[in-house]
């Protein structure tokens, strides 16, 4: 995943670790040889477009709405056909009053008239404020999970690891961000929430209460379940 950092000067760019405390819980309850947290890739302004999400400040957000009008005010003045033209003027309204696209309601019919286009607050964004700016690990994370990802976590053995997935996928779907041959040889996935676990004090003791339970590959994956998959080699 690729998080654009707009207009904050002092955060390193590059791959970054995504410093969810509940790894760092995890890893306190079950023995590995490391911890690998998930990570994200944060870029420079000038992948504005090619990137998932941006983390903007206070300061920055308006430049966006500013791109994004500057873009429909052009595109208008190329007598557009109605049908696109009467979206543009309602994206158009709607930035004029601080009200990114992503926000904006529109119809099946109306995503289909526009879809050539790439307007930057169609992405997620996030918005920090200066004391925001603080804690740039907090930061990121905060992006990651309001762009609509999730992650889940395999523990014991070689590594306690975060895998990030987008929100709604499925256990199948899952079992392909550690690998292809997981997934089509998927067979169950054994699911138990970070709240049993939690609570049980590892996943021994998950397993002891009863709270492990085993799921189809329609399952859809919770943020931060822990899992195991079946399947066949």
Known sequence: MKICVHGIPGLPLGKRNLKDARLDQADQLVEAKKKVYAQVDAVGEEELVQADAILTSDAGFPDLLLHDLEFLENRLGRSPEEAEKAVLLKLQAAIEAGTPAR????STEEREAIAAHRLLTDKPITVATEADLAD???LLLRTFHEAGWITYLTVGGKENRAWAICA???AWEAAGAIHTDIQKGFIRAEIISFADFAEAGGETEAKR????????KTYVMQDCDLVNFRFNK
């Open 103 to 106: 926000k904006v309601e529109l």
């Open 136 to 138: 740039h690990d907090a």
């Open 168 to 170: 709604g996928e499925t």
């Open 209 to 216: 209460a009863g709270k492990q339970r085993l799921e189809t």
